[in-house]
């Protein structure tokens, strides 16, 4: 049985919940992989962030975003709405809030700065989608049919940032 591990870079604009098709890649590096029967498992290791199979929408609105897309997060802000004071949601607590203080100190992917940190919203979402998307390969190919697409979910509106999908696949 054959395993292997690829990575793909995904930047999330930082203003809205980005959706990002990665469906291509996933295809692209199942091929380099060579694995013709098996599984590729799709996956975040960010705690903000999804992986989700959904239809491909052709229809757009001004942003760009699929309306499919577009109506998931009007539905997702009437149940969990974003996230603009310390008082919408008790995350932060200030322990956490000095955590972060010290980490960023030594990474400055985290920011000193608080109001990135409001962002209950985004991890209560990643939560319900959860982090990765199972795929079967038959052939070569996921079997995700000829509408089906996979998208990367970052929930969090408060930065841009790079983020990381891991994909392993194995089989034969």
Known sequence: MKIEH????????????????ITEEVKELIREAGVRDGMCIVSSQHTTCSVIFEEYVHDK?????????????????????RQLTESDYLYPG???VA??????KQTPEYPNDPATILNA???????????SQTLIIKDGEPLIGS???IY??????NRKRKRKCNLMMMGN
Do not use: C, M
Not at 61 to 81: A, H, T, Y
Not at 121 to 131: E, V
């Open 99 to 104: 955590f972060l203080e010290e980490i960023s």
């Open 147 to 149: 509408v089906g697409y």
């Open 6 to 21: 690829r990575t793909i870079e995904v930047e999330s604009n930082g203003r809205r919940v980005t959706y990002q098709d």
């Open 61 to 81: 609105d001004w942003n760009g975003d699929e309306l499919l897309q577009v109506d998931l997060n009007r539905i997702l802000d009437k149940v969990i709405p």
């Open 121 to 131: 919203d985004a991890h209560i979402r990643a939560s319900l989608f959860g982090s």
């Open 152 to 157: 990367f979910i970052d929930w969090d509106q």
């Open 94 to 96: 200030p322990e956490h």
